[in-house]
């Protein structure tokens, strides 16, 4: 039951390419996020969104850009990318309109630059 | 700002061990403690949480309980499973606009048969 599916589940790419990773969810939730993951430094925010005219930047922004297509994608590029932007990417999203606001995540992308 | 602190991993056991990840935090006011879950080549899912002191948050025979005086929320579970390896992440909700949690580092957990 894949709620929030990202494409690709896997990339490799060399220093300086442009890349797009890609999100989606049929939750019907308003609020959508992207984090990294590095080892030891567990989950960070890099830009979230709280519905399709709201882009706001997280801790950790430099050197990505994002895009609120509708209400259920939301699209996180490198414009030329770097080698310690290898990282897994994880897509999120939120309901406000609930008390634990609990946030549901995709399966990640693991993403290499060379 | 916020922040969480978790114990580093690797932590290795037998099955049917007891298990503790430490888990301490600082925030302003009253924070949302959870501890989210990640399997193997899979994203990070909800185990449980607390909405504030002394709630005690259970699922899947795990616990942690909201200890306001101690700034911690510590994982617990009785009788570890090779099912539960996994890496667990600490994380909580600050009094911040617009849900952004904040996690810790992570403990991967092993355990052997």
């Known amino acids: 039951d894949a709620d929030v599916t990202q494409t690709p589940r896997n990339r490799i790419t060399k220093t300086g390419k442009r890349i797009m990773l890609e999100c989606s969810q049929t939750k019907g939730h308003d609020r959508m996020y992207w984090y990294r993951q590095d080892p030891g430094l567990g989950l960070r925010l890099i830009y979230y969104?709280?519905?399709?005219?709201?882009?706001n930047k997280g801790e950790i922004s430099d050197g990505y850009s994002v895009s609120r297509q509708a209400q259920a994608k939301f699209s996180l590029s490198l414009e030329s990318a770097i080698p310690n932007q290898t990282a897994l990417y994880f897509c999120?999203?939120?309901?406000?309109?609930?008390?634990?606001?609990?946030?549901?995540f995709g399966p990640g992308t693991r993403l290499t630059v060379l | 700002g916020d922040s969480v602190t978790q114990m580093e991993g690797p932590v290795t056991l037998s099955e049917e061990a007891f298990l503790t990840i430490n888990c301490t935090y600082t925030a302003t006011g009253y924070p949302s403690l959870f501890w989210y879950v990640q399997y193997p080549g899979e994203g990070l899912q909800l185990l449980l949480k607390a909405t504030k002191a002394d709630d005690k948050g259970s699922n899947k025979g795990f616990e942690a309980t909201y200890r306001k005086e101690t700034t911690s929320f510590h994982l617990e579970k009785g009788s570890v499973q090779v099912s539960d390896s996994a890496v667990y992440f600490c994380a909580l909700l600050g009094m911040n606009a617009g849900n952004m949690l904040t996690f810790g580092g992570g403990t991967r957990l092993m355990v052997k048969p």
């Open positions: 969104s709280f519905d399709v005219k709201d882009i």
């Open positions: 999120a999203t939120s309901d406000p309109g609930t008390k634990s606001n609990e946030q549901f």
